[in-house]
């Protein structure tokens, strides 16, 4: 089941899945909640465009997540299949090329970049 928060004019304000004191229970295909999870308010909600844009957000938290582990020695970058690895690179590699033109600092002396650390070589 799904529950919502509303604010004064009627607007969906949270969504869960758990009950909450003030939450009311409310159907997916509610125009206040569809109109909530609107990527665009000027457009009708439409899942494939919502899934694609959070797979996007997705993809950029695990990557996040990896380099995470690995800077916190969990896990090692040659630990993770070959496809991934050049995946992975390839869009660090472009992350901070995008940092780059945006006029963002990059650490580009190898400190900050945790994936090859100690033995760890690459291909």
Known sequence: MLYALFDATGKVTSLTETPHADAQPVSLRDPAVLE???LNADEEFNPDA????SDQATVRILEDLIDTLIGHNLIRFTDLP???QK????RKLARNLVREEAGIAV???GAGDNFLVDDDKLF
Not at 87 to 90: A, Q, Y
């Open 82 to 84: 070959m496809p991934a």
């Open 36 to 38: 909530f999870l609107s």
């Open 50 to 53: 919502f899934l694609k844009q």
């Open 87 to 90: 995946k992975l690179l390839g």
């Open 107 to 109: 650490d580009n002396t």
